[in-house]
C-alpha cells in the first residue's frame, strides 16, 4: 500500500484511524497492565504502607505519569513485533493483520519511535523526580529488550518466551521501585526508630510478579503452539517447532501443574482466612485445573487458542485478588 492513510470518505476517517491504531497497539492488554498497575498501588502497596503508618509519597500525577510512560512502552513493543512479523502473522491470523494492510510498515514504526521517545522523556523526568536518576535505564533496558525479542530474541528457543515473561513480571515491581524510594526517604527517622519498614509490601509484589511471570511464560508457548503453522513457514525457532507440539504439550503440562501445586500449597499453608479460601480454589485452582485438562486434550490452533485465553482470564483473577487483600488489611481481617 501507499504511504498514506487508507481512503476512506471524510466523516469515518478519524474512527478508521484510531481503530486500526487501538488495534495494532493492543489496547485491551494496555488496559490490563493499566489495571495491574492501579491495584498494586491502591489495593496492595497503599494500605500496606498505611497499616505501618506511612502514606503514598508519589503525587497521583506522576503516578498516572508513570502509567502512561510503561504503556507507551509496551504499545510501542507490539508495533514493532508486528512490524517484524508480519509474514507469520499472515498465516497465523491473516484476518487481523494491521501492518501492510491497514497501515504501512513506515507509519507503524514512525509511531513506535514517537512512543518510545515520550516514554524515554517521562521515565528520565520521573526518575530524577525521586532522586534515582539512573532508574531511567530501567526504561531504555526494556525498550532495548522489546527491540531485540522483535529482531532475534524470538526466533531462539524458549529465550522470547522468557523475556515476555520477565517484562510482564516487570510491571508490579515498576510500581514499587516508583511508590518505595520516596516513602524511605520522607520516614526514614521513622523507620530507623520503630523497625517498621516495607518488607511486606515487596513480599506482595514479588508474589504478583512471580504469578505474573509463570502465567505468561505458560500462556506465551502455549501461543507457540498456537501460531505453529506461521512459525513453521518462516522458520521460527520455537519449542513446537523444534521438538514438536507434543513435546510441548508435555512441558506446558508440566508447568502448568507446577503453577498448580504452588497455589494449592499457598491455599493450605499459608490462607487462614476462609473467603480467600474460597476465591483461590474457586477462580483460580479449579480454573487451572480445567484449562490442564483442555491442554492435555489440545490438538488444533483453536484449541490452543481457548487455553492461551483461559490463562488470561486467571490473571485477571489473580489481580482481582488483591481487592480481597485490601479489605482484609485495612478490616485487620
Known sequence: MGGGWPTVPATGKTIQIMRTILTLIRWKNLTMIA??????????????????????????????????????????????????????????????VVVGKKISSSQA?????????????????????????????????IMGLLWFYS???????????????????????????????????????????????????????????????????LREIIKDAEDFAGDRYVGKNTLPFTFGIKVTKYVTAGLLCFILVLFMGVDLYFIDNPVSFVYITSLLILPMGYLLYRLVKASTPVDFHHVSTGCKWVMVAGIGYSVLVRFFITHGV
Not at 509511531?111 to 530501567?138: D, E, K, M, Q
Open 35 to 96: 489495571i495491574t498497575m492501579v491495584m498494586m498501588r491502591y489495593t496492595i502497596i497503599a494500605p500496606l504502607l498505611e497499616k505501618e503508618g506511612f502514606s503514598l509519597q508519589l503525587p497521583d500525577s506522576r503516578f498516572w505519569l508513570l502509567v502512561m510512560t510503561v504503556l507507551c512502552i509496551a504499545a510501542g513493543g507490539y508495533i514493532i513485533n508486528d512490524v517484524m512479523d508480519t509474514k507469520a502473522d499472515a498465516v497465523n491470523r491473516p484476518e487481523t
Open 109 to 141: 514504526t514512525f509511531l513506535y519511535a514517537g512512543l518510545n521517545v515520550v516514554a524515554l522523556f517521562t521515565g528520565v523526568h520521573l526518575s530524577y523526580h525521586i532522586g534515582l536518576p539512573r532508574l531511567s535505564l530501567l526504561f531504555l533496558l
Open 151 to 217: 529482531n532475534t530474541y524470538k526466533w531462539q528457543l524458549l529465550l522470547g518466551n522468557v523475556i515476555i515473561a520477565l517484562l510482564v513480571a516487570t510491571v508490579p515491581l515498576v510500581v514499587y521501585w516508583f511508590e518505595i524510594p520516596p516513602v524511605h526517604i520522607h520516614y526514614r527517622n521513622q523507620i530507623i526508630i520503630t523497625g517498621h519498614g516495607t518488607g511486606e509490601v515487596w513480599r506482595w509484589i514479588v508474589f504478583y510478579s512471580v504469578f505474573a511471570f509463570l502465567l505468561t511464560l
